[in-house]
């Protein structure tokens, strides 16, 4: 057996994170140790948690410590960012880093940096002159630029809960009959009207859910004023066959895949 220890911190429990890293390790057939476990006792405090994962193999640990990383689980060992020169233009190293959409740093001269901007599926490049990280795509890496490769010494920050008092706040958890929906939506409708209100945009990424409960038509427009409440809407192709989004005046983004009428 072979074992890593990690450490993870945030709203861990009331996002569900600690979990899903529970899950994530047996699902592989990983064991885990909870070492140490602090809960925060205010509503903005952080819990910590320390765990001992094993896997029988190291291809199996680094297979499920990649998968905890996704999550905000960071090995103590972090150790230092490798960094190596692209071969050529537009083409990375072997083993580059691939990010994510969550906030990430990486450890270079003990220190940690900031990569930025946080964008998904790039490579991370290192500028030791200006000490700065930040995500490139594969048309923007130049031959020579120090990319990060492997998982060491990176930190992702998964993004957890956070006990604000955000309109959209609740669309980012679990639904839940013992929530007050009908407090929050209309919440969410009179920031609507106040964006429309001072002649603003708003995009609706529609999902399934709008097409099984009916709410196409409400969806892009007002029943009360006849106005479009939506200025534009996107979806997927679930959603493309049952068309939620129509009204002329709502610009429809279609799906990839289909074009819509």
């Known amino acids: 057996m072979v074992t890593e220890t990690v450490e993870l911190t945030g709203h861990i429990l009331d996002s569900l994170i600690l979990p899903k890293v529970l899950d994530e390790i047996l699902e592989r057939e990983g064991r885990f140790e909870i070492l140490e476990m602090a809960v925060g006792e205010r509503p903005a405090d952080m819990s910590r948690v320390r765990l001992r994962v094993e896997a029988a193999a190291p291809e199996a640990l680094a297979a499920i410590l990649s998968r905890l990383r996704e999550q905000g689980a960071e090995p103590l060992a972090a150790g230092e960012a490798a960094l190596a020169p692209a071969p050529a233009d537009g083409v990375f190293p072997d083993g580059f880093y691939v990010s994510t959409n969550f906030p990430t740093s990486i450890r270079v001269s003990d220190r940690w940096v900031e990569v930025q901007p946080v964008r998904m599926d790039c490579g991370v490049v290192y500028d030791a002159a200006a000490g700065t990280a930040r995500t490139v795509k594969f048309a923007q890496v130049r031959r020579g630029d120090p990319v990060v490769v492997g998982h060491a010494g990176v930190r992702v920050e998964a993004l957890s809960a956070a006990r604000g008092d955000e309109a959209f706040e609740f669309?980012?958890?679990?639904?839940?009959?013992?929530?007050?929906?009908?407090?929050?939506?209309?919440?969410?409708?009179?920031?609507?009207?106040?964006?429309?209100?001072?002649?603003?945009?708003?995009?609706?990424?529609a999902g399934p859910a709008v097409a099984h409960t009916g709410a196409g038509p409400h969806l892009v427009r007002s029943r009360a004023t006849r106005t479009p409440?939506?200025?534009?809407?996107?979806?997927?192709?679930?959603?493309?066959?049952?068309?939620?989004?129509?009204?002329?005046?709502?610009?429809?983004?279609?799906?990839?895949?289909?074009?819509s009428k």
């Not at 839940?176 to 009179?190: F, G, H, L, Q």
């Not at 996107?234 to 005046?249: F, I, K, L, Q």
């Not at 610009?251 to 289909?258: E, L």
């Open 171 to 205: 669309m980012a958890s679990s639904v839940s009959s013992e929530k007050p929906k009908s407090a929050m939506i209309r919440r969410v409708a009179a920031e609507m009207g106040a964006i429309r209100a001072r002649d603003g945009k708003i995009l609706v990424v």
């Open 229 to 259: 409440s939506a200025t534009a809407c996107t979806h997927g192709g679930a959603v493309e066959e049952r068309r939620p989004c129509p009204g002329p005046d709502a610009a429809v983004a279609p799906a990839p895949q289909r074009r």
